[in-house]
């Protein structure tokens, strides 16, 4: 088990950083993930508890259990935690470049090109991190 941070306020960071462009219509979507074995379902329900019940939990398999938040509102309002209790190493990389394409989403820059090319661009540098 890999532990990339603890911290008594934000525990165990398991999860990760996401971005999906749908390339049919432009559509940016950013979302945050943290998956773990089914056996740990009340340790994700206590952070979902914490950021105010925010993003929902899924049952993926009979032994996986993930909590996804996908509402803009709700990730911008949960990312700032990440910059008081600080995430380390890849992490911490992927974080600082999904953090970015939140304003660009935000004020809709994916509509004209040159956002659109920025968000690409930075959505790249977050894919090319393992």
Same mark, same amino acid.
């Given at each position: ?9 934000? !525990? ?9 462009? @749908? ?10 993930s943290i998956t773990l074995n089914?056996?740990? $379902? %009340?340790l994700l329900t206590k952070i ?23 509402? %803009? ?17 890849? $992490? =911490?990389?992927?974080? #600082?470049?999904?953090?970015?394409? %939140?304003?660009?989403? #935000? ?7 040159? !956002? =659109? ?8 540098? %977050? @894919? #090319?991190?393992?």
């Amino acid at each position: 088990m890999i532990i990339y941070n603890y911290h008594p306020r934000n !525990g165990y960071q398991f999860g990760s950083f996401f971005i999906t462009i @749908k390339k049919e219509n432009n559509l940016v979507v950013a979302f945050l993930s943290i998956t773990l074995n089914i056996r740990e $379902k %009340l340790l994700l329900t206590k952070i979902k508890e914490f950021f105010s019940g925010k993003g929902k939990l899924y049952i993926t398999s009979q032994s996986v259990v993930q909590w996804k938040v996908f509402k %803009l509102a709700d990730l911008i309002s949960i990312s700032p935690h990440f910059d008081s209790y600080s995430l380390t190493g890849l $992490k =911490l990389k992927k974080f #600082e470049i999904w953090k970015k394409i %939140l304003p660009l989403i #935000e004020n809709k820059s994916y509509l004209d090109t040159q !956002g =659109l090319i920025q968000i690409n661009s930075l959505n790249g540098k %977050l @894919k #090319e991190l393992p």
